[in-house]
């Protein structure tokens, strides 16, 4: 473990920086410097609970010279040219998926992290989760043989939480084929082991008052004979949580008689903009905002059912454990909950910008996967398969 923390500076206070919270404050290896956010409530919390430095600009937050890193937490639109700041001031970047909304701006990002001799890291996707990092360990001992299918589907009610009015407009990076496929998608291509070819996708968008894609089905074809399908709904009807011992995502427990509540808060409200003020109210510095509480989580984090079909038996990962499927027997290895939730990012983090090593999760790793999950949407428009022509393996 580093005995001096990583200086951290963040751009953009919302949903995602929320999510990583606790994982900032548990982690000794983290220590939060600065922040920028156009909302002056959230900079005054973020003065207030960290006794940093807060700025209204992303311009001014990465001139901080205490901030020896960026997390890169704004909206989809803005990561490629906040990562191009951040590269040209010398700061080593952390930038939340998915990585830009173009190749062209992965390119850019890419290029800007290089010239500038900086890492760029791209998460938090839920490729990190333990679950998955343990399954890919074991796939690689060989005892297994080689993958050669993979399925992964995850129904949630993703559509229906708050939005911002951009969050529901593809063009804009809305819906849930850049928001929700980057997770799978990453997962798939880890556990696959080798590079991905071609794509066929189906896309469902069913509510004419959430006009964005809701749910998708892709099949994923690999150079090495490997098959993948990856399917999601986001429509909130069946929670695919229940296949998981009702461990949801952010491995804490869930309620089951809580299901379609997220609708019911929609349909309470009565004005176009209320939506929006909703989400704004539960965001970091917002009226509403409860911080997350310390010790909350109970497993691993995950995303949903997945099973991977190998030569010499199945394996599948849950929030505790990996069950593996031989010929005569199943064998349950137990999975530790972790003390320090998302710790997977941090211990990429800290490996890059303190021991140099490249990262698992780099910018050409996450092109890869933005060009399937633009690729799906370009597959379902024009109803053909796409060819893939960007793919790396983990680490490239």
Known sequence: MTSTPIRLGVIGLGRAFTLMLPTFRADPRIELVAACDPREAARTQFERDFGARSYASAEELVADPAAQAVYVASPHGFHAAHTGLAAAAGKHVLVEKPMALTLPECDDMIAACAAAGVHLLVGHCHSFDTPYLAARELIGRGDLGRVRMIQALDYTDFLYRPRRPEELRTEEGGGVVFSQAAHQVDIVRLLAGSGAVRVRAVLGAWDPARPTEGAYT?????????????????????????????????????????????????????????????????????????????????????????????????????????????????????????????????DELVAAVVDGKRPLHSGQWARGTQEICLAMLRSARENRDVTLEHQVGPGA
């Open 218 to 346: 892709a099949l994923l074809w690999f150079d090495d004979g490997v098959f993948a399908t990856l399917t999601y709904s986001g429509y909130g009807h069946f929670d695919s949580d229940e296949w998981c011992g009702w461990m949801g995502e952010l491995g804490t427990i869930k309620d089951p008689a809580r299901h379609g509540q997220a609708r019911a808060r929609l349909r309470a409200l009565r004005l176009p903009d209320e939506e929006a003020r909703l989400k704004h109210a539960g965001t970091y510095g917002g009226p509403a905002y409860v911080a997350p509480p310390a010790g909350a989580q109970q497993a691993n984090q995950h995303f949903g059912p997945v099973v991977v079909s190998c030569e010499k038996g199945d394996l599948r990962p849950l929030p505790d454990a990996l069950l593996v499927y031989g010929d005569e027997r199943v064998e349950r290895i137990p999975l530790a909950a972790p003390a320090v939730p998302r710790f997977e990012v941090i």
